[in-house]
């Protein structure tokens, strides 16, 4: 865990309460985490949790599903045992912020657990909800009390991206929030930073003395972050209409990758100085005018196509999409920041649905070395000098650079020396939520956004979303399912003498 150097402590007592019980997030992803902490022996010794249902729902039942959504999600062999004492701990109450005696009655079903189990008044509220119920069930919480912090116990809330629509909506989140609740209870969570390979970033720049004297606009040509998928939009349709592959993707997966990558070093490695180093430099990121949001942007939406053996198809016939759709389901960004490490490095992001591999890496391109040695070696046969950490499907890091090939001549080639996680280390597959759950409960928020740091990425992006909407269909690209996106992206980088690096989908 970043914030934590020594051995993995155990958490406090605490209760964990879960809106959204139901729900597809909690089956596919929190119960399972909290399995596979509870496998670690990483839960607190007095726990319970507290699913919050919107109606009346049986106890059994309710540990009946999840049980059925463990087996079906978990990222190891579900051990029985494990499992039932992990849900045996569960109770259930209704409450919704539409009916607002129901939080009375959940500060009352609380205090009676907490004398029961003796979780000491320690609370842990998820909000595995939709983002329109994030601020009304906050509000009540507030109201109720719940969230009131006394002397020897805490109450923290987690929030699930993504934090409002715009700058304005997140403004306006933010603001409701910090009505109820203190910055540091707010834990806004985003599954990439649990990722092994996203933390490690931190340790490799930091921890290695080798990279961060060259980790500047002196040795560094560009940036590229990329995240493709090769999901369609499938059931979504209702949800990614609205929303979009920019607001969905970049001020939050994109933006963390970005901040880490290029955030200065921290005078210390804790919670406080680390955030507020990354909204530093995501409020960093040029502004640009409507003009050059439209010139450094690239949108496209994916038509019909073929993804391995699988039909993709178009995504205005997708059930629950407008079939005169303009929301883009690829974007890529050419972004600059404004201080003195990154002055004239671009900072290429690509993210997109439907495309033909599936791939999540930071590239970092070095800059080229002068050719007077080797003028009789073609320009094109020397290899790119490129840091790659792969991020998924496969969690790793390349070096890629030249080397002589075995000869007598002076003939120069390409190689890479590779580093997997997986050849190198013994480790259950997990969520990704593992932890960041885990730091919740030890109050570590150094993995979590605050709120400067939220609307410091909306401010970022605002200039393309105000530019799309007033360009409607035109600039629209259409690109087919199961290719790598729409050419217009190349051109992207072309114009200024680069490329983006060929993906792989295993690195």
Known sequence: MPGNLAEPKR??????????????????????ALYNLAASDLLPEKFCIVGVTRKETAEEELRKSLMEGLRKFSTQSVD????????????????????????ERLREKLEKLEKAKGTLGNRLFYLATPPDAFSPIAKELGHAKLLHQEEGVWRRL?????????????????????????????????????KETVQNILVLRFANGMFEPIWNRNHIDH????????????????????????????????????????????????????????????????????EDALRNSVRGQYTGGRIGDEAVPDYRQTKDVDPKSNTETYVALKLMIDNWRWAG???????????????????????????????DTP????????????????????????TKVPGPAIEI????????????????????????????????NILFQRADSVEAGWRAVQPFLDAWKAAGAKGLIHYAGGSEGPPEADELLKRDGRHWRKLSPNG
């Open 80 to 103: 029985d045992a494990v499992a039932k004492k992990l849900l045996g701990c569960l109770s259930s109450v209704c409450a919704d912020p539409t009916d607002l005696p129901s939080f």
């Open 223 to 290: 940036i590229q972050i990329t995240v493709d998928e090769k999901l369609a939009v499938g059931h979504r349709g209702s949800f990614y209409d609205a929303t979009g592959a920019l607001r969905d993707m970049v001020p939050n997966h994109l933006f963390q990758l970005l901040s880490l990558v290029a955030m200065e070093p921290p005078a210390r490695f804790d919670a406080h100085t680390v955030r507020s180093e990354k909204a530093e430099v995501l409020a960093a990121i040029q502004t640009q005018s409507a």
């Open 379 to 402: 320009v094109d046969r020397l290899s790119q000098n490129y840091l790659v950490i792969g991020i998924e499907p496969v969690e790793g890091i390349t070096l890629q650079f030249n």
């Open 345 to 375: 490095v671009p900072f290429y992001l690509r993210t997109g649905k439907a495309l033909g591999i599936k791939r999540t890496e930071v590239a970092i391109k070095f800059r080229q070395a002068p050719f007077a040695m080797f003028r």
């Open 158 to 194: 987690i929030i699930e991206k993504p934090f409002g629509t715009d700058l304005a909506s997140a403004q306006a989140l933010n603001k409701g929030l910090l009505k109820v609740v203190e910055e540091e209870q707010i834990y806004r969570i985003d599954h990439y930073l649990g």
């Open 11 to 32: 958490p406090d007592a605490c209760s964990f309460v879960i809106f959204g019980v139901t729900g597809d997030l909690t089956h596919r992803l929190v119960i399972p």
């Open 413 to 444: 080639d390409g190689v890479e020396m590779k580093f997997r996680y997986k050849d190198y280390f013994k480790a259950e597959p997990s969520t990704g939520y593992e932890t960041l759950i885990y730091d919740c409960m030890i109050g570590d």
